[in-house]
């Protein structure tokens, strides 16, 4: 159901749907599938919600830096851990 969502539906799309669709494909084992989704991340905008961004909303940041390590790309992967760490604020 998430590949049909995300196959029909913008990269930036407000759904998130493209990043859930990656996590589910990096907790299943399919890490280099879930790469091309979570390339192209737009920031939530400010105001109203937007369903299930809580979800997606800073844990792309924590997906980003696994994929990007498993790429051997160890700079990236760090700035995207930094994001995440600021996010959480620690």
């Known amino acids: 159901m998430l590949e049909d969502l995300t196959t029909k539906s913008s990269p930036l799309s407000p ?5 859930l669709l ?3 494909l990096f907790e ?3 890490v280099h599938d879930a790469a091309p989704l979570l390339a192209t991340y ?3 905008p400010p105001g109203l919600e937007e369903p299930f961004a809580a979800l997606s909303f ?15 790309r160890p700079r990236e992967a ?3 851990r930094e994001v995440l760490r ?3 604020g620690k």
């Open 15 to 19: 759904d998130r749907s493209s990043v």
């Open 22 to 24: 990656a996590w589910a």
């Open 28 to 30: 299943t084992g399919r």
């Open 42 to 44: 737009g920031v939530p």
């Open 58 to 72: 800073p844990r792309v940041f924590q997906l980003k830096s696994v994929v990007l390590e498993k790429e051997g």
């Open 78 to 80: 760090a700035e995207a």
């Open 86 to 88: 600021r996010l959480a």
